[in-house]
């Protein structure tokens, strides 16, 4: 039986699956705007399936509550219904916080900057038509990293293979059958939508140096080569491919903590934490026991390698017994 997180993520895959379907439509006036509706709808999901996943699938980590004054005078927080009277879960960008503060999972600055742009873009909805270049190309750019940046975290959060699906948007140059690009008189809303995104893409473009991107500037280039040392690379079932092989699937699920998650929790849980010689200690004993961390090495037959440690979340009961709890 999936796990809630799981369950999360499957649906944040089907949006953004979605949102590339429609945008690859040969004919389809309303591109840019449903793409991103769909995007940030997928990236909303797969956000809080992290939440989750951090929290031990704990429903209420995800839920937005609200203070209130009791009839003694004292406050109380409660959970925020929508109309028909079920619970509302948290926004976009207070997944993000959560994530950084209560966690300490802390997502790059480029996904967030990515993110407030295609919000941008979805908010503004300007209605595109017959435009073969100006703010069509600029959003393709956007949403070309929203989708690089959604396909690194999914690897990193939830060890996935996407490799079974398109993830990649149609340049423009098919998708407007090659036609040239009409010239249109734009109107004030989209001229300023179009100078503030040109502006982000030009402040962003030389910190986008990592894994994760604000935008990406495409060039499409097709080209024949017999050249031995060009270097190919397509999914495949070739026997002479290199292998990678996944294993350890279930890993992330019960090891989903960092030192920087479990830190963070940690400083939650008790008044008188500190990160000093004295955590580390127990630390360190305590990675001895697989139930309570997993090491994974860049080099598996070799156990000097680097390594990286992962921590179960029942961890943190262990520090009870050396700290005053909240």
């Known amino acids: 039986m999936k796990s809630r997180s799981q369950s999360l993520a499957d649906k944040s895959i089907d949006a953004m699956l979605a949102a590339i379907e429609i945008y690859n439509k040969p004919n389809f006036s309303y591109r840019e705007e449903s793409f991103a509706i769909l995007a940030i709808n997928g990236w909303e999901l797969i956000l809080k399936a992290r939440v989750l996943q951090l ?15 009791k009839k003694d005078g004292s406050n109380g927080f409660y959970r925020v219904k929508n109309r028909c009277g079920n619970d509302l879960s948290v926004s976009l960008f ?14 790059d600055p480029a996904v967030r900057k990515n993110l407030e742009m295609m919000c941008e873009i979805r908010d503004n909805a300007v209605h595109l038509l017959n435009k073969g270049s100006g703010l069509s190309q600029i959003v393709q750019e956007f949403g070309t990293a929203c989708l690089k940046n959604y396909l690194v975290v999914m690897r990193q959060w939830f060890n996935l293979d996407m490799s079974r699906y398109n993830f990649y948007l149609m340049p423009l140059a098919f998708v407007h059958e090659g036609m040239p690009a009409q010239a249109i008189n734009t109107n004030s809303r ?10 982000q893409m ?11 991107n604000v935008s990406v500037r495409l060039d499409l280039i097709f080209s024949k080569s017999k050249d031995s040392s060009a270097q190919t690379v397509r999914l495949t079932d070739d026997l002479d491919a290199i292998k990678v092989n996944l294993s ?3 890993i992330r699920k019960k090891y989903p903590w960092d030192y920087d998650s479990l830190t963070t929790r940690l ?11 004295k955590y580390h200690t127990i630390r360190r004993q305590l990675e001895t026991d697989k139930k309570f961390c997993w090491k994974r090495y860049l080099n598996p037959a070799n156990k000097r390698s680097s ?10 009961q262990e520090f009870d017994c050396y700290y005053t709890k909240n």
């Open 55 to 69: 929290s031990g699938n704990k429903m209420e980590s995800i839920l937005r509550y609200e203070k209130r004054q």
């Open 94 to 107: 207070k997944a993000l916080d959560l994530l950084r503060d209560d966690y300490g999972d802390t997502v």
């Open 190 to 199: 989209e001229r300023k939508l179009t100078n503030f995104l040109k502006s």
């Open 202 to 212: 030009e402040k962003h473009e030389n910190q986008s140096l990592g894994d994760f």
């Open 248 to 250: 350890e699937e279930d």
């Open 267 to 277: 400083r939650k849980r008790f008044t008188d934490f500190k990160a000093n010689q």
């Open 307 to 316: 390594v990286k440690k992962l921590y179960n979340p029942n961890i943190v």
